[in-house]
């Protein structure tokens, strides 16, 4: 029990003392629910009579992982505050960083058009309005894949940073 007790007052601290160093921790949220919300929308393509329900967890999962990708990029922007990197490191972070905000940008949007087609689904509901939503939700989801992919290599650039170049958490210290 003792050893346990240490490691909750460890995690505590080092959340308190140092949000940067909880950033390996937080992102793999996004990226576990972003890859998951899909298969609820192609249940819902599939499955028409619980189309509403699986379109509903969809949109849960998408919002959890936008709050998850903001908080992502806070305890990143805030590790990235405490490095001093070399030439190198720089790059490969300016990157990470730059894909980072991308993915976000990408999930906002993404997020939020599906929250609009949920909330207009009882309008379009209709057997007459299937088939155009069919074909939204097919174009939607290849707009999400291109996000899944930024989201991919934010991740690449991430391990990078980790495995490449040494950077790690004080977390795991």
Same mark, same amino acid.
């Given at each position: 029990m003792d050893e346990l007790t240490h490691n909750f007052t460890h995690v505590f &601290?080092?959340?308190f003392s140092d949000w940067g160093s909880t950033h390996p921790l937080v992102i793999h949220f996004p990226i576990a629910l972003y890859f998951v919300a899909p298969i609820f929308i192609l249940a819902g393509l599939i499955f028409k009579k619980r189309s509403?329900?699986?379109y509903t967890s969809a949109l849960i999962l998408m919002v959890l992982g936008l709050a998850a990708v903001f908080t992502? #990029? &806070?305890s990143g922007e805030s590790a990235a505050e405490h490095l *001093?990197? !070399?030439s190198t490191v720089v790059e490969t972070l300016g990157e990470h960083d730059e894909l980072a905000h991308r993915t976000r940008n990408i999930f906002v949007i993404l997020t939020v058009t599906f929250f609009i087609f949920v909330l207009l689904q009882n *309008?379009? !509901?209709k057997k007459a309005h299937r088939q155009p939503q069919a074909i939204f939700l097919i174009l939607f989801l #290849?707009?999400?894949l291109f996000g899944l992919l930024t989201? #991919?290599?934010t991740a690449h650039y991430g391990g990078? #940073?980790?495995h490449y170049h040494g950077i790690h958490s004080q977390f795991f210290k």
């Open positions: &601290s080092v959340v509403k329900t699986f992502a #990029l &806070s *001093k990197p !070399d *309008k379009f !509901d #290849l707009a999400y989201l #991919l290599n990078k #940073l980790v």
